[in-house]
Nanobody
C-alpha cells in the first residue's frame, strides 16, 4: 500500500504564495503519475494539477494555470505544488493523489489509486 502525506498548507493573504509537498512511501514512486486536487466547503473535489512519472508533461486546471506549478523530485519521493498569486477562491483542502504505472496526466479523481489526507489552504482577502 502506498501512503501519501501532504504538508505546507496554512493561512496566507491574497497575492501570497505557498508551496505544498507530498511525500510518498514505496519504492516505485518514479512510476507513479501524481496529481493535486482540492475541495472547498460545499463543493465537489476539483482537479488542480498533474504530472507524469517522468516529469516531462504537466496539466493544470484553467483556474490555476499560470499561477501554480507542479513538480516532482523522484529521488526524494516527493511531489510539490508551488502556489503563487493566491486568491480567496483557492481556499480549500488540497489532496495529493497517485496513479500507479501511468506515464500520463490523469485529471479525473477516479483515475487515481491512492490519496493523502489533505492539507488546508486558506487565503484571506
Amino acid at each position: 500500500q502506498v501512503q501519501l502525506v501532504e504538508s505546507g498548507g496554512g493561512l496566507v493573504q491574497a497575492g501570497g504564495s505557498l508551496r505544498l509537498s507530498c511525500a510518498a512511501s514505496g519504492r516505485a514512486f518514479s512510476s507513479y503519475a501524481m496529481g493535486w486536487f482540492r475541495q472547498a466547503p460545499g463543493k465537489e473535489r476539483e482537479f488542480v494539477a498533474a504530472i507524469t512519472w517522468s516529469g516531462g508533461n504537466t496539466d493544470y486546471a484553467d483556474s490555476v494555470n499560470g499561477r501554480f506549478t507542479i513538480s516532482r523530485d523522484n529521488a526524494k519521493n516527493t511531489v510539490y505544488l508551488q502556489m503563487n498569486s493566491l486568491k480567496p477562491e483557492d481556499t480549500a483542502v488540497y489532496y495529493c493523489a497517485a496513479r500507479k504505472y501511468y506515464d500520463s496526466t490523469p485529471t479525473a479523481w477516479d483515475m487515481y489509486d491512492y490519496w493523502g489526507q489533505g492539507t488546508q489552504v486558506t487565503v484571506s482577502s
